[in-house]
């Protein structure tokens, strides 16, 4: 998401290679109460948040369950990247575009990454 606001150039071309191949981005929901803030410096967001072709991944309360045991698992206490982690793996261990990949690794090793 960041990488999104910033206008990265390597974002977009992810964002535009899923498209030509009709691929599912899927964002869980924890992430975007994580980045979005009010105001208006996040036009950029807003708009690629609202774009039709995204999905997003709720988080309930078997989901949570397993977040939970994931954290404890892992040692490691960031209830977003679990979520984030838990999604991939439901979905197939999908990958997962991260400019963070050292905190993933610890939850789940064999996660695909695309680092930006």
Avoid: W
């Avoid at 929901?29 to 609202?50: D, I, S």
Wanted: charged share 25%; hydrophobic share 45%.
């Amino acid at each position: 998401m960041i990488a999104v606001e910033r206008r990265s150039g390597k974002i977009q071309e992810l964002l535009r290679a899923a498209r030509a191949r009709e691929a599912s981005v899927v964002i869980p929901t924890p992430v975007v109460a994580q980045v979005v803030r009010e105001g208006g410096r996040q036009a950029n967001l807003r708009r690629f948040l609202a774009d039709s072709y995204l999905r997003f991944a709720g988080l309930d309360y078997p989901a949570a369950l397993e977040i939970g045991a994931l954290l404890g698992r892992s040692g490691t206490a960031d209830v977003v990247d679990a979520c984030v982690a838990i999604c991939a793996q439901h979905l197939g261990h999908c990958p997962v575009v991260t400019s963070d990949p050292e905190d993933l690794r610890k939850l789940d090793p064999g996660l695909p990454l695309i680092v930006i």
